[in-house]
């Protein structure tokens, strides 16, 4: 009967329009969502982030590739309504360069509790990476898109929990 109820839960959490997967492991549950790329309010950049749920972790990871003229990053922020995370700590895979821009794949990790306010706004949630010289270049969701991510992260984590 558990292994029925399993499939069929992660039956449930798999179809949610493909945002998100799931992986059952010894310890807990892990949610993949998917790459998403957020609209940029600077011409020249762009960036495209994904995120991993633990269940049994304090912690949501957060990565993103972060494309523009250049790739100095001192900060990166997440801020949606009155919640907000921002972090200097953050890990660089790798940067490769193109033409003209360069793409830098950069780690987070995000507290959970504050993961999860980041969604309970109505304000879009946004992503800001700042410069080593302050400038800062913001990243966020369409009104639309937002409603739907939402949805579908709290979803996701009322399965889980």
């Known amino acids: ?8 839960l992660s039956s449930l959490l798999v179809s949610a329009q493909g945002r998100y997967s799931t992986r059952l492991l010894e310890n807990g549950t892990m949610l993949f969502f998917n790459p998403c790329k957020l609209v940029a309010m600077q011409k020249e950049t ?76 109505d304000a879009p949630m946004r992503i800001e990476i700042v410069s080593k010289e302050g400038d800062v270049r913001r990243f966020t969701y369409k009104d639309s898109k937002w409603t739907k991510e939402k949805k579908s992260v709290l979803e996701a984590i009322a399965l889980v929990k």
């Open 1 to 8: 009967m558990f292994f029925l109820c399993v499939c069929v």
């Open 46 to 121: 762009s960036l495209v982030y994904d995120m991993t749920y633990l269940t049994h972790s304090d912690s949501v990871t957060v990565n993103m590739t972060y494309t523009a003229l250049t790739s100095d990053v001192r900060e990166v922020r997440i801020v949606s309504g009155t919640a907000s995370y921002g972090t200097a700590n953050y890990s660089i895979f790798y940067r490769e360069k193109d033409k003209k821009r360069i793409a830098t794949r950069i780690h987070i990790s995000c507290p959970k509790n504050t993961y999860e306010d980041l969604f309970l706004s």
